[in-house]
T-cell receptor
Framework: EAGVAQSPRYKIIEKRQSVAFWCNPISGHATLYWYQQILGQGPKLLIQ????????DSQLPKDRFSAERLKGVDSTLKIQPAKLEDSAVYLC??????????????????FGPGTRLTVT | GNSVTQMEGPVTLSEEAFLTINCTYT??????LFWYVQYPGEGLQLLLKATKADDKGSNKGFEATYRKETTSFHLEKGSVQVSDSAVYFC??????????????FGQGTTLQVKP
């Protein structure tokens, strides 16, 4: 079974530029997560999708970050304009967990290799 | 809110030494608890998990027991190898109708094992 794919693996941009990251989850996984991992810290959830709907984006800085999962499969995370403090590893994860009416099923999250962003 | 605290690193051990990495948590209700490992240049991998009090998760010689009374989930291994050198993350997943399945991570503990 193929794992979670992410690209690019590394990206260096100047502040105020824009950047986009791509994630392809494990086939059939309904739930997709984007985490931000700043050096020396644990990953922090930015946004969670179930199929093509947003479940949780409470920690997403919406003035500069956006994400979409239009067809409920691949996802793109964009930063525009980037700031120095956005330097981090951006992790994508997927799980087969589904949110059913009033009852939640949460299964193991599988992580991609991440995209290391450096903003200079 | 929910949170996870891990012991500060880095931890440096000689091969075959005993390992303990402390993890404590704050959560409402009874969360599920996890240890993830991140080897150099690789993504996060689930190492072990426990879903209820007194459960013991184990994998690859690592163990951790869910202690409700001390809100802890310490990671242990009896004899570490050089190949265990990595960053270890403790994490929790909350329960209840307000939880969506997201993981809340500690800050990570770097383990370096010397031959």
């Amino acid at each position: 079974e193929a794992g979670v794919a992410q690209s690019p693996r590394y990206k260096i941009i100047e502040k105020r530029q824009s950047v986009a990251f791509w994630c392809n989850p494990i086939s059939g996984h309904a739930t997709l997560y984007w985490y931000q991992q700043i050096l020396g810290q644990g990953p922090k959830l930015l946004i969670q999708f179930q199929n093509n709907g947003v479940v949780d984006d409470s920690q997403l800085p919406k003035d500069r970050f956006s994400a979409e999962r239009l067809k409920g499969v691949d996802s793109t995370l964009k930063i525009q304009p980037a700031k120095l403090e956005d330097s981090a590893v951006y992790l994508c994860a997927s799980s087969s967990g589904l949110l059913l009416s009033g009852q939640k099923h949460s299964y193991e999250q599988y992580f991609g290799p991440g995209t290391r962003l450096t903003v200079t | 809110g929910n949170s996870v605290t891990q012991m500060e690193g880095p931890v440096t051990l000689s091969e075959e030494a005993f390992l303990t990495i402390n993890c404590t948590y704050t959560a409402t209700g009874y969360p599920s608890l996890f240890w993830y490992v991140q080897y150099p240049g690789e993504g996060l991998q689930l190492l072990l998990k426990a879903t209820k009090a007194d459960d013991k998760g184990s994998n690859k010689g690592f163990e951790a027991t869910y202690r409700k009374e001390t809100t802890s989930f310490h990671l242990e291994k009896g004899s570490v190898q050089v190949s265990d050198s990595a960053v270890y993350f403790c994490a929790l997943k909350g329960r209840g109708s307000s939880n969506t399945g997201k993981l809340i991570f500690g800050q990570g503990t770097t383990l370096q094992v010397k031959p």
